[in-house]
């Protein structure tokens, strides 16, 4: 059985008001065997598409390379915009050693909302996947369920809206079409991405959610 542990703590800017939630980085960082194109920071995967995104969105001319260079123009990028990252799982355990979200097993939480009480300006919460099994959303709704608070329902179509009651804070949530490349078949199926294929036959993946994760970010 392998013991999946996240190998980065939260990063919290000062000036935070958003937080990317996700689950965990592939298993390869956890065991430090990264690849040349890997960046060692939260979402450096390779076959991630977060922060190609985001360098579209932000024209951020990132490098994409396990250099402290990439590492510090990421922060620098979260410091400028008040966004911090503090993903969901602490660990888990796999039988098969892959990223699958499905495939995590006594799967142990970080303590979400106590991050967010010590950082009053969180306002959003930005999941890096919705409600399927063990992603973003669905573990969060569990970790919402041990302090008796839940979700409420704002905006039900892709990608879902959602905001709860913490203190004297209301904070949203939005449920991101996933940054990966198991989340194309899903994309390729919206209404919403075929109309946009059809005005324009080089409409893909990455564009859509460049326009999605824009938005938000």
């Known amino acids: 059985m392998f013991q999946h542990t996240h190998p980065y703590p939260p990063f919290f800017p000062e000036n935070v008001t958003k937080l990317i939630v996700g689950t965990l980085p592939p298993p390869r960082f956890t065991t430090g065997e990264l690849n ?5 920071f939260c979402y450096g995967s390779s076959n991630g598409l977060l922060w190609p995104v985001l ?9 994409y390379e396990t250099t402290q260079e990439a590492v510090q123009q990421r922060k620098n990028f979260l410091i400028s915009r008040g966004i911090g990252v503090c993903d969901i799982v602490d660990r888990c355990e796999r039988d098969k050693i892959d990223a699958s979200d499905l495939g995590m097993q006594n799967v142990k939480l970080r303590d979400l909302i106590s991050y967010i009480r010590q950082y009053p300006k969180v306002n959003t ?7 399927s099994k063990n992603g973003p959303e669905y573990l969060f709704r569990k970790h919402l369920k041990t302090y008796t608070l839940k979700l409420e329902e704002v905006v039900p179509q892709v990608p879902r809206i959602h905001q709860f009651q913490l203190d004297e ?10 940054p990966s490349g198991s989340a194309n078949r899903a994309i390729g199926s919206m209404p919403l991405y075929k109309n946009l294929k059809k005005e324009n036959r080089h409409f893909n993946t990455i564009d859509f959610r460049v326009m999605q994760y824009a938005a938000f970010f």
């Open 55 to 63: 360098d579209r969105i932000f024209n951020l001319n990132l490098k």
């Open 125 to 131: 919460l930005l999941f890096t996947g919705g409600n």
């Open 36 to 40: 040349d194109s890997d960046v060692d």
């Open 169 to 178: 804070r209301k904070i949203k949530t939005v449920s991101l079409t996933a």
